[in-house]
């Protein structure tokens, strides 16, 4: 009597004591890939875990881009690491030719932060979102990434208008009509934006479940050993933790 004994996606066939083992071919398996970009902040951070938490063959990128340090680069660095990134790439824009903005232009001041105000401070970069997205739009088609995740809220943020919701499904549709993937092999680029209607204290609990580092992340505006606790980026970090009832694990 001959026997088949299924084993790992191999079978032995059994007569009497005699064993005969078969190999089967194995189809190998692709992971899914995703490009998420990776300031080395709390927001992006927590997408890169939830990204990693998803299963995603994982792509970092972060940006120099002229900003007056390098903190948060260094973060991202760190970051990328701990989460066992495929690739981190680090792409240098010199968008401190034309300045515009208190984090590339030295000759204007960081002001001092106002969780309350309403108007859009000097931090805010010109169109930086618009270019970092379409940059990673060019790393995710080259790479055969349909997913491109990043951290921006709608909710809790200093007023950046290409952070908001309207702005994201504009790109993504800009996107699709401007990449080989989306215009022509049916392969859409979906822009994830999980925290595009979350508050930072949602974030930072999410963060908790996810078990992502959030110690050795850099949010403020300023460089310097440690955050200044002045700026907008501070003042937004330490409201949440504080909402949260966790203490910043970034400031021991």
Not at 134 to 158: C, K, L, N, P, R
């Amino acid at each position: 009597m001959l026997i088949y004994v299924y084993v790992n996606c191999a079978f032995i066939a059994s007569r009497a004591s005699n064993f005969e083992f078969l190999e089967v071919p194995q189809k190998r398996v692709s992971m899914k890939k995703a490009v998420i970009l990776l300031s080395g902040g709390l927001d992006s951070t927590v997408a890169l875990w939830l990204a990693r938490s998803e299963a995603f063959e994982l792509y970092t990128l972060s940006f120099d881009y002229g900003q007056q340090h390098s903190r948060e680069l260094e973060a991202a660095a760190t970051v990328a690491r701990l989460a066992g990134v495929k690739a981190h790439r680090v792409v240098t824009l010199k968008l401190d030719l034309w300045g515009g903005s208190s984090l590339t232009d030295c000759s204007i001041e960081i002001e001092d932060g106002n969780v309350e105000r309403t108007d859009i401070p000097m931090t805010y970069v010109p169109a930086r979102n618009m270019v970092f997205l379409s940059v990673a739009a060019s790393f995710a088609e080259a790479i055969g990434a349909q997913d491109i995740f990043t951290g921006v809220s709608d909710v809790d943020y200093s007023g950046y208008v290409d952070c908001r919701r309207e702005f994201i499904d504009a790109m993504q549709h800009a996107i699709n009509k401007g990449t080989v993937m989306g215009a022509e092999k049916n392969m859409p680029i979906t822009i994830r934006t999980p925290f595009i209607d979350k508050t930072k204290v949602d974030e930072i609990r999410l963060a908790q479940e996810l078990a992502a580092p959030l110690e050795h992340t850099w949010s403020c505006y300023r460089g310097g050993e440690k955050p200044c606790n002045t700026c907008d980026s501070c003042l937004l970090r330490a409201q949440a933790f504080a909402k949260a009832g966790v203490k910043d694990p970034a400031l021991d």
